[in-house]
């Protein structure tokens, strides 16, 4: 077996890993537990974020707007100082770091790989200040916990999470004949409904309806944050009886009686098994982890693994992992930036993150160039995590990732920054031979690229010898 | 003459080249047509950039928001003060403005709208090409679409060999794209060897870093690489930071900031395009416009009609081209912001016909699936 297996599923070796003798199993036996978090720096709950959320809109838009209504530059000074004192700037770069320390050194990286794949998946794009304060910890706690329940489950506990009712709007959405929606002459907002059908459970093959999609919307109806004006957009979920469409609906034929709240998980369960469900998401995954046009040869086990384990994520992991091992040889994939740089960061140890003691925040001033350095990097390279433009998440196929300059950014980050990441005892021309031996077959016509700079340590000449390797062919693609 | 990275690289011989003997060639019967487009993401505010004037309702509803000094166009509606080279355009019928005019998007999502703005579609999402990239296609123009952005925007997709300028914040030695070239020559890898060919073949000047949130410098280089001859002929911008729900101002606001980036674009795409202004449309694209009333942090909310700006020596005469739905209660969409009367797209499928040759019915069927959208150049542009 090649040994880019190790990037196809995880991030490759790290200096201190060598080849496993059966990689297959190495792979599957990451996949039975939830690793935890190894981030030694803080890891706020969920909770205390959408706090702070709650301090910064609230400080914003009912006191700052109002009280420097005719004054501009006054209202933006009051603005900044209120980004520091809640954190508005900070959050994010923290959540960037747990999420890059625990692909750096988890012990189940292929766990992690998966991880990245659920949440980008159930992507929440760039809106309001979600990723300032809610995605990161979203993540952490809606997708990472529910990644050995079944797909079921995992859908149930997105749809109804405070992050995505916000992302796509559903606490603006009312029963038009509900008490509220009658009272205020409100309706249904669709998109959460539309999305669910859409990008999160049967997609478009199932040949929903506009009347589906306002029927779902229906059922979800009610499904809102409890607002109040303190707290306002950020009080936690609840059903609203007040908000909910009365009536029986119908959804891809099938009725859902009159039941209030519980009518929400049954139409859940009833798309989450859905064979066209099965067969997309089965194909999401075997297009991130063996190629950008998966055939039914290698989709198929996907699904039939899906169907005998009645959805269990665990089993479906392990199956996508079998066909990813089984066409590893014959098949190519191109990563996109955040993996790439995850893949460098694991296979030559670089500084990244920032350690946890630097990353502390103080909440009195804007936090410094050290502490958003991997924040920035990530942006730089085209690839934010947590701010996907639309709801649909970050693209997994090449030919979004390959612009003239979203390929030169990597050749910049390589030959440029990256130098400045190498650790001081990994400067030799010795450490990177070591790595490329422990990730790359062809690690001597490697190396015979770079030996003109076999003496130089400076970093000019650290950027010569990974500009060119972190670019080659056999690294952008595996 | 452009200066590409593989004519300096071979300097000496070029020299050799030039100083020979140059054949003749008269360009002026295929002179090039570039149409440029500024996207204005998060809701450009039509009333603001080019308000009505004299409009009671709209004082009364915008009582924070109504500007002085407003630059006068005609009887009827006026200018942002900071759309200065619009102004002085106007005078030499090279800027105009469409008005009440929108997408046929309603829904009032940043995200639905925004797709929707670069696809031209009714549903979001579900189209993965650009109407801009569709056109180019169907005109036949491959390799000649420069975007100002990062990521190739949807807008110019669904054509091949586009090229990006946005560049990286240190600069990338020659020799390293050179070998990293190298070694894909063997490879079957279609996609990044052509990306590749497309970073060697860039003209000098477009490798060399910038801050890519300068955008003065990004419209130089648009504009020198829009004069050129054999450059490309579309060049697509995005600016975002519409989206002023709060302290929109009237003529110093959030609204009034990002309407002078648009102005310092234009302003140096003029004076840099030289001539060939003289061949260029510049058009502006947003998702929709804002509310008539101002909310409680005087600015406004997402709201459906909205207006583009247009700059160019293609461009008939100076006018407010538009069938004017009124402010009032009754008049507005949904009784809460301006209506839209012109479908946004009949103005861009219009604008590719004059820049690409092509007939617009044509395009229309190509581009927009044959949606109704009359045919607007004999009243906007020059053919």
Redesign the interface.
């Known amino acids: 077996m090649s040994l880019n297996f190790y990037r196809r599923v995880a991030f490759g070796l790290s200096p201190n890993e060598k080849p496993y003798k059966d990689p297959l199993n190495w792979a599957i036996n990451q996949l039975d537990r939830i690793p935890d978090l190894l981030w030694p720096g803080t890891i706020p709950t969920e909770k205390d974020l959408r706090k702070k959320y709650g301090e910064w809109v609230y400080g914003d838009r009912e006191v700052l707007r109002k009280k420097f209504k005719n004054d501009k530059h006054a209202y933006r000074k009051a603005k900044d100082e209120l980004r520091i004192k809640t954190g508005e700037r900070y959050f994010e770069l923290n959540e960037h770091a747990i999420r890059h320390f625990q692909t750096k050194y988890s012990k189940q990286p292929v766990f992690e790989r998966f991880w990245l794949f659920w949440g980008n998946h159930f992507a929440i794009s760039e809106k309001d200040f979600l990723a300032e304060f809610s995605t990161g910890p979203y993540q952490r706690e809606i997708i990472r916990p529910n990644m050995v329940k079944t797909f079921e489950e995992m859908v149930q506990s997105v749809t109804t999470s405070w992050c995505m009712i916000h992302h796509l709007d559903n606490s603006e959405s009312f029963g038009p004949n509900s008490k509220k929606g009658m009272e205020w002459g409100e309706t249904i907002n669709e998109n959460h409904a539309r999305e669910l059908l859409e990008l999160h459970t049967v997609s478009p093959n199932a040949g929903y309806t506009q009347e589906d999609v306002i029927q779902l919307a229906y059922i979800m109806t009610g499904w809102a944050h409890k607002w109040d004006r303190k707290n306002l957009e950020t009080g936690d979920i609840w059903f609203d009886q007040e908000m909910h469409q009365k009536g029986d609906k119908i959804v891809l034929g099938v009725k859902y009686k009159n039941d209030a709240k519980r009518e929400l998980a049954k139409v859940i369960h009833d798309l989450a098994t859905h064979p066209i469900c099965i067969k997309f998401v089965s194909t999401k995954l075997c297009r991130h982890f063996i190629t950008d046009e998966p055939t039914e040869e290698m989709i198929d086990p996907v699904i039939e693994a899906w169907n005998k384990s009645n959805g269990s994520l665990i089993e479906i992991h392990k199956a996508v992992i079998t066909q990813a091992y089984k066409y590893n040889e014959i098949t190519h994939k191109f990563h996109p930036p955040e993996i790439w740089l995850m893949q460098l960061s694991r296979m030559f140890d670089l500084n990244i993150p920032l350690s946890f003691e630097k990353m502390n925040y103080t909440f009195k001033s804007k936090p410094n160039n050290r502490q958003r350095q991997l924040s920035w990097i990530l942006r730089e390279i085209g690839h934010s995590p947590y701010r996907a433009k639309q709801p649909n998440g970050w693209s997994d196929l090449e030919v979004d990732w390959v612009s003239p300059e979203l390929l030169l950014r990597r050749f910049w980050f390589a030959s440029v920054e990256l130098p400045m990441l190498v650790k001081s005892g990994n400067r030799s021309h010795g450490f990177i031979l070591s790595c490329l031996k422990n990730n790359f077959e062809d690690h001597k016509n490697m190396a015979s690229l770079i030996d003109n700079f076999r003496f130089g340590t400076s970093d000019y000449d650290l950027g010569q010898k990974y500009g060119v390797i972190c670019n080659l062919p056999g690294v952008l693609k595996i | 003459m452009n200066c590409t990275r593989r004519n300096f690289l071979i300097g000496g011989s070029t020299t050799l080249f030039f100083s020979g003997y140059f054949p003749k060639i008269s360009f002026a019967s295929m002179q090039k047509k570039n149409l440029i487009i500024i996207s204005l993401r998060g809701g450009m505010d039509g009333l603001t950039a080019v308000p009505v004037i004299g409009d009671k309702r709209l004082k009364k509803l915008r009582k924070?928001l109504i500007l002085e000094d407003v630059l006068n166009l005609n009887s009827d509606f006026g200018l942002h003060p900071k759309l200065e080279i619009f102004h002085k355009l106007w005078q030499k019928n090279q800027a105009a403005f469409v008005h009440a005019t929108n997408i046929p998007y309603t829904g009032r999502?940043?995200?639905?709208g925004q797709?929707l703005m670069e696809t031209g579609a009714h549903i979001p999402?579900?189209e993965k090409t650009g109407w801009l990239g569709r056109g180019l296609l169907a005109s036949n123009i491959i390799g000649k679409g420069l975007?100002i952005s990062?990521?190739?925007p949807l807008l110019l997709r669904g054509v091949p060999q586009?090229?990006?300028?946005?560049?990286?914040?240190?600069?990338?030695?020659t020799k390293?794209?050179d070998?990293?070239y190298n070694?894909?020559k063997g490879?079957h890898?279609e996609?990044?060897k052509s990306?590749?060919d497309?970073?060697r073949q860039?003209p000098l000047s477009m490798q060399i870093a910038t801050d890519s949130d300068d955008r003065k410098k990004l419209a130089l280089e648009a504009a020198k690489q829009l004069k050129d001859q054999s450059g490309p002929r579309v060049a697509v911008f995005d600016l975002d930071g519409f989206d002023t729900h709060?302290?929109q101002?009237g003529v110093?606001?959030?609204h009034a900031d990002e309407l002078e980036e648009v102005n310092k674009i234009v302003t140096i795409l003029h004076e840099n395009l030289g001539q060939a202004f003289d061949n260029t449309l510049i058009l502006t694209l947003t998702e929709f416009g804002r509310t008539i009333k101002q909310n409680?942090?005087?600015?406004t909310e997402h709201g459906y009609g909205s207006a583009i700006l247009m700059a160019g020596g293609l461009l008939k005469k100076s006018q407010v081209y538009t069938d004017w739905p009124g402010l009032k209660k009754k008049e507005l969409f949904e009784g809460r912001d301006l209506n839209s009367t012109i479908d946004s797209r009949a103005v861009y499928n219009s604008a590719m016909s004059v820049c690409f040759n092509q007939d617009p019915e044509f395009l229309r069927k190509e581009v927009f699936w044959g949606d109704e959208l009359p045919d607007l150049s004999q009243d906007l542009f020059k053919i």
């Open positions: 924070k999502s940043h995200f639905d797709n999402y579900k975007a990062l990521p190739m586009n090229n990006n300028f946005f560049p990286s914040p240190d600069f990338v030695e390293l794209i070998q990293i070694e894909f490879e890898n996609l990044i990306t590749l497309t970073i860039r709060a302290a101002g110093d606001g959030a409680g942090g005087y600015g």
